[in-house]
C-alpha cells in the first residue's frame, strides 16, 4: 500500500493511492503538470491511473481535471450533483465520464462513499478498502456527523482535515463572513474538532493520520500537529503507536509505503 499526498490545503488538493497495483487519485485540484511531476517523482506515470475520485466540485479540488482527463482519457467518479456543477464536464470524453450512486470497485478496490456536510452540492468522502486495509478520506466537512464517525472507526489510516486554529482565524484577515462561513456547520474543521473525533472513535492498535487542507493563513502544520497531539495525550493516547500524526502542505509531496 502506498499513500503519496501531492498537495492539501487551500490552494489545491491531490492524493495518490495504490493498493495492490490498483492506482487512484483522490481530486485533481492542481494542475496537470504538477500532477504529472509529482506521480513522476514516485515512479508512476498518470496514463497508468486506474481513476479519480472527485470529492466536491470546488476548484482547488478540479483544477487540473480537464487536461488531465482529456490527455490520459482517464475515468473520473463523482456524484451526478457534483458533475453537474463541473465546468469542464462538456470537454471531457463521454466514457471518462463515471456518476457515483453507492459502493463500487476499482480495480482490486472497493470504494465506499459517505456522505459529507460542506457547502457543495454533494459532497464526499472515501473508504478505501483492500485486502484487510481500510483507509479513509475526510476534508472539506464542516461537522462530523455519525456517518463521518462510522467511516473513521477501525481505520488503519485517514486523510482527515484538520483546516483551522479558532484564534488564528478569528483574529485574522479574512472578512467576517468568509470567517462565519469556515466556522459553520458546512465549512471546515477546527484542530480541535479533528482532535476530537480521533479521540472519540474506536481504532485499531494503530492508525495513521495525515492532518489535511490546513489553511495557510489560519493554520500551519506545527500548531496543527502540537494541538491534536496534546489533546489526543490528554485522553490518554500513545501518538507513537495508537494514532500516529503526519502533518501535509500545499507545495510538497507527504508519503507513506506499507509493505
Known sequence: MQLHILASGSSGNAVFFEFGGTKI?????????????????????AAELDGILITHEHIDHIQGLDVL???????????????????CRDKLPGECIK?????????????EP??????????????LYYQQQKWVMA???GVVTREVEQALSH???????????????????????????????????????????????????????????LSQQNNHPRLAMQTVGE????????????????????????SFVKK
Open 25 to 45: 487519485l483522490v481530486d485533481a485540484g492542481i494542475s496537470t503538470r504538477r500532477i504529472e511531476r509529482g506521480l513522476a517523482a514516485i515512479g508512476v506515470g
Open 155 to 213: 481505520a488503519d489510516g485517514a486523510v482527515l482535515e484538520s483546516n483551522h486554529d479558532p484564534e488564528m482565524l478569528r483574529t485574522g484577515p479574512y472578512p467576517q463572513m468568509l470567517k462565519q462561513r469556515i466556522r459553520s456547520t458546512q465549512g471546515h474543521l477546527s484542530n480541535y474538532d479533528t482532535a476530537k473525533v480521533l479521540a472519540s472513535i474506536p481504532r485499531l492498535e494503530s492508525m495513521q493520520v495525515f492532518l489535511a487542507h
Open 114 to 127: 459517505f456522505k459529507i456536510s460542506h457547502d457543495a452540492a454533494d459532497p464526499l468522502g472515501f473508504c
Open 231 to 254: 489533546i489526543l495525550l490528554k485522553n490518554g493516547c500513545d501518538l507513537k503507536r495508537e494514532v500516529v500524526l503526519h502533518p501535509t502542505f500545499p507545495d510538497r509531496t507527504v
Open 139 to 141: 476534508t472539506d466537512l
Open 99 to 111: 456518476y457515483i450512486e453507492g459502493n463500487f470497485s476499482l480495480g482490486a478496490v472497493e470504494v
Open 69 to 87: 482527463v482529456r490527455r490520459y482519457k482517464l475515468p473520473v467518479y463523482a456524484r451526478p450533483a457534483t458533475w453537474s456543477g463541473i465546468a
